[in-house]
């Protein structure tokens, strides 16, 4: 099968922290030197794209930064095109803030004043903001989460993500989100589409993460890989009952993919 397009995930794909994952550098510049259209699609919604450029350039991934997207860029079209002209109560750290603060969207600290709550990691969440977040959605706002990843890799160790915090709030307000972004959301992909304008037979889509990675690739119906250097081991991918079209050590094992 010859390839014209690629989402690549980021964290335990091809970095860990700030450094490459090992065999990863080589496998993207295979992946280039193929000729295939490269994406970079991240969970993580505290960063906007630009900081990518910096951070990927530095582990050795050359990339622009229209090349990439965040959970945070997701989260904000969703947000810009259906709570515009909401007052957002968000439960979310700086990087988050400042993207919503450049797309315009309305940010409040107030309770009665929250049209809609948007829960995210944050590293300070607390008692406090969980009580913030229960009496919010008592009022029966819409309750909007970023990402639903509950643990992301990290330089040591796995760590808790945003579907951390977000469940943590569904749990004490019994309700689910009425919308999750991030990879594998509907708007994810509507976004990947709009950047991979190829059929989705001719896309490949790598990354560590079942439910979020090869599970956007089934949603779009694209081919799907599996590295087993994130969070997702053999075992763990046994237990799953998931199937991806190809399952590697890393990505510099890609040629086994694209041949």
């Not at 000729?35 to 906007?48: C, E, H, M, R, Y």
């Not at 930064?65 to 957002?88: P, Q």
């Not at 972004?181 to 509507?190: N, T, Y």
């Not at 779009?220 to 969070?231: D, E, N």
Request: net charge negative; with cysteine.
């Amino acid at each position: 099968m010859e390839y014209s397009g690629a989402v690549l995930d980021v964290d335990g794909t091809v970095v860990r922290g700030d450094e490459p994952i090992p065999g990863a550098p080589a496998g993207y510049r295979r992946l280039r030197e193929a000729g295939i259209d490269l994406l970079f699609v991240s969970n993580n919604p505290t960063k906007a794209p630009p900081a990518y450029v910096d951070r990927l350039g530095a582990a050795g991934y050359e990339v622009d930064a229209e090349r990439v997207f965040t959970a945070g860029s997701v989260t904000t079209r969703y947000l810009r095109e259906n709570h515009a002209d909401d007052d957002l109560l968000c439960i979310a750290e700086s990087g988050l803030l400042d993207q919503f603060a450049d797309a315009g969207l309305s940010t409040t600290d107030e309770v009665a004043a929250a049209d809609a709550l948007v829960a995210s990691i944050d590293r300070e969440f607390d008692y406090d903001d969980l009580c913030t977040a229960l009496w919010t959605l008592e009022r029966g706002v819409p309750f909007i989460g970023t990402d639903p990843d509950v643990v992301i890799p990290a330089p040591e160790r796995d760590v808790p993500g945003s579907g951390a915090v977000i469940n943590a709030v569904a749990g004490v307000a019994e309700r689910e989100p009425d919308a999750v972004l991030g990879k594998p959301s509907d708007v994810a992909i509507e976004m990947v589409r709009e950047r991979l304008p190829y059929p989705p037979e001719k896309c490949l889509v790598v990354g560590d993460r079942l439910d979020t990675d090869i599970a956007l690739g089934e949603r779009a119906g694209m081919t799907t890989a599996l590295v087993r250097s994130g969070v997702t081991d053999d075992e763990t991918l046994a237990a799953s009952g998931i199937d991806p079209d190809h399952v590697i050590d890393h990505l510099g094992q890609i040629d086994r993919v694209i041949g």
